[in-house]
Nanobody, 113 residues
């Protein structure tokens, strides 16, 4: 059974930083493409970033240069380092494992002005 558990969300002032974590189980993590998505209130879920098993990365234009995705295969964990946060980054952040089409439960990020 595949399970993803996110953590690290919270309330931060604009310009601040947070690091999200997503711990995976039940999947061969080292070869899995892992994605981060987010969903703002009243909006559709949008893709934020991905990382392949070999370390390739890609980012949405809205977060490029501010967010960094990374992974620790020994810990079966993917991270999202978020810097220079803006109020428009507010939302619930989810991780997703493509090979099994499984979502985590999400973690709330709120950026205040």
């Amino acid at each position: 059974q595949v399970q993803l558990v996110e953590s690290g969300g919270g309330l931060v002032q604009a310009g601040g930083s947070l690091r999200l974590s997503c711990a995976a189980s039940g999947v061969i993590f080292s070869i899995s493409v892992m994605d981060w998505y987010r969903q703002a209130p009243g909006k559709q879920r949008e893709w934020v970033a991905l990382m392949t098993g070999s370390g390739g990365t890609s980012y949405a234009d809205s977060v490029k240069g501010r967010f960094t995705i990374s992974r620790d295969n020994a810990k079966n964990t993917v991270y999202l380092q978020m810097n220079s946060l803006k109020p428009e980054d507010t939302g619930v952040y989810y991780c997703y494992v493509r090979s099994r089409s499984v979502w985590g439960q999400g973690t709330q990020v709120t950026v205040s002005t």
